[in-house]
T-cell receptor, first 116, second 109 residues
């Protein structure tokens, strides 16, 4: 049973380019969360999605950032016109639907974005 | 969203010593989770707690869900060098999951 799969593991972009980070949740999981982590810091919530719906995007910057979780395929976190301050590790996590008595989030290994 | 206060921020201990860290919140949660993150990796779930007052062990790790549902602690007994890493608490209320800032643990052989 594969865990949460994120790709790419490392991504280098120049300022102004676009970054696309992908996340495939664990099998049977329909909830996806994206977190951002700066070096030496904790995990900052960005967005929570269920299939085809954004449930909570309160942690995501209003401009340049967007996220989706289509009916088919992985969840995608998209950063347009990247700036140096976007350099960070972006972690995806998934969980089962809220109807099950399980609160665990399972994390991927992260995508490390470096903006030159 | 709710803010979690995790302490201490960092700990430097000798191998074999016990470790204790805790997390408090201004709001209640129905689930408390503890994760460990190694450098360059994603957080890995250590212990999940679902009931107020619950005390759960996983090997040398013991965690408790506070009676008020606003706090949790994690203890590590007889620390070993591979315990090094960052430990995060997380509180969940329905589909809202928030993390503490982490406790960075260093274990000296």
């Amino acid at each position: 049973n594969a865990g949460v799969m994120q790709n790419p593991r490392h991504l280098v972009r120049r300022r102004g380019q676009e970054a696309r980070l992908r996340c495939s949740p664990m099998k049977g999981h329909s909830h996806v969360y994206w977190y951002r982590q700066l070096p030496e810091e904790g995990l900052k919530f960005m967005v929570y999605l269920q299939k085809e719906n954004i449930i909570d995007e309160s942690g995501m910057p209003k401009e340049r950032f967007s996220a989706e979780f289509p009916k088919e395929g992985p969840s995608i976190l998209r950063i347009q016109q990247v700036v140096r301050g976007d350099s960070a590790a972006y972690f995806c996590a998934s969980s089962r639907s809220a109807g099950f008595n399980t609160g665990e989030l399972f994390f991927g290994e992260g995508s490390r974005l470096t903006v030159l | 969203g709710q803010q979690l206060n995790q302490s201490p921020q960092s700990m430097f201990i000798q191998e074999g010593e016990d470790v204790s860290m805790n997390c408090t919140s201004s709001s209640i949660f129905n689930t408390w989770l503890w994760y460990k993150q190694d450098p360059g990796e994603g957080p890995v779930l250590l212990i999940a707690l679902y009931k107020a007052g619950e005390l759960t062990s996983n090997g040398r790790l013991t965690a408790q869900f506070g009676i008020t549902r606003k706090d949790s602690f994690l203890n590590i007994s007889a620390s070993i060098p591979s315990d090094v890493g960052i430990y995060f608490c997380a509180g969940r209320e329905n589909n809202d999951m928030r993390f503490g800032a982490g406790t960075r643990l260093t274990v000296k052989p």
